[in-house]
């Protein structure tokens, strides 16, 4: 999750990293960003650096967003409490590459990847998916391919229609609770 004002900067493109305590080891290639309480974006990580606090330079604050090193000192220890120049802190680079404001309404699954409908049903619909379902929105995920998810799970790569009504169902529900949606144009042209 990431905070409105980052978020901001990041869909601009004036934050093209974020620095966090710690040593953090990115499961997927790929993140999907969420703020304001929904997802975002999709961000593809381009790098990953381990620094200690001390080393970092102004060129480090400024991909967070910064103008500064002393503004992000300031920032991690609002964020965190006590930062210690010895302290790991990992620096993840990222670059924009799906803006879910700007989603492709002409598409069956909206411009997403079935594996991205996966990760977000599993994040915001747990509730409301049997577990059947949850199964399944789990392989995909992963980045398991329909027809690889439709053998192991049905035992037959036949089986992926059943599987794409699956991902729809999670789709359709994501859009109707809110949580992602198709642009809208507006009477310029301009996307709302």
Same mark, same amino acid.
């Given at each position: 999750m990431m905070r409105g004002e980052y978020a901001r900067l990041l869909l601009s493109g004036k934050k093209r990293a974020t620095i966090r305590? *710690? %040593?953090v080891i990115p499961k997927y290639d790929e +993140? &999907? &960003?969420?703020?304001? *309480?929904?997802? &975002? @974006? %999709? @961000? %593809? &990580?381009?790098? +990953?650096?381990y620094k200690r606090v001390r080393e970092l330079t102004d060129e480090d604050a400024r991909k967070d967003g910064f103008r500064s090193r002393d503004e992000l000192l300031r920032e991690l220890r609002s964020v965190y409490g006590e930062v210690k120049d010895n302290d790991l802190v990992t620096i993840i680079e990222l670059e924009i590459i799906q803006r879910f404001d700007k989603l492709v309404p002409e598409d069956p699954y909206l411009g997403l990847k079935p594996s991205d409908i996966g990760r977000l049903a599993l994040r915001y619909l747990r509730d409301e998916l049997s577990r059947e379902e949850l199964s399944i929105l789990e392989e995909l995920a992963k980045g398991k391919s329909i027809r690889w998810v439709a053998k192991k799970l049905t035992g037959s790569p036949l089986n992926r229609g059943k599987i794409r009504r699956i991902v729809r169902r999670a789709l359709a529900l994501l859009v109707k609770k809110g949580i992602i949606g198709p642009s809208k144009k507006g009477s310029e042209g301009k996307t709302l």
């Open positions: 305590l *710690g %040593k +993140v &999907i &960003i969420h703020s304001w *309480g929904r997802p &975002i @974006a %999709k @961000a %593809k &990580i381009v790098n +990953v650096t």
